[in-house]
């Protein structure tokens, strides 16, 4: 499933109405922007009671293809963690 910017921005004016759609859509940019240079700082990202962000680095290695069985060799790489909070996981459990 994925979700858009502005179904969110939808959303968040809908149970926030006396907040204006521009400004919202302003906080959301900055709160995602903020985001994305900590993780390229390789600084772990946390919103309480939602989710947590942490990069990773994969070192390089040799791996195999495995349809032909050959090695060849994966150069580092970052990669991003997710984890979620209990709350957010009994909450998405509980719709399904």
């Known amino acids: 499933m994925s979700v858009k910017k502005s179904e969110l921005i939808q959303q968040l004016a ?4 006396g907040f204006l759609r521009r400004d919202l859509d302003k906080l959301f940019s900055i709160l ?3 985001m994305k240079s900590a993780l390229k ?3 772990r990202v946390e919103l309480r009671c939602g989710f947590s962000l ?3 680095i994969q ?3 040799m ?3 495995p349809r032909t069985n050959e090695k060849v060799f994966t150069k580092e790489k970052k990669t991003i963690l997710f984890k979620i909070s209990k ?3 009994k909450k998405i459990n509980e719709k399904i």
């Open 41 to 43: 700082r390789n600084e």
């Open 59 to 61: 070192k390089a290695r």
């Open 63 to 65: 791996s195999r293809n």
């Open 32 to 34: 995602i922007n903020e």
């Open 54 to 56: 942490k990069p990773r």
């Open 14 to 17: 809908a149970a926030y109405p």
């Open 87 to 89: 709350e957010w996981a």
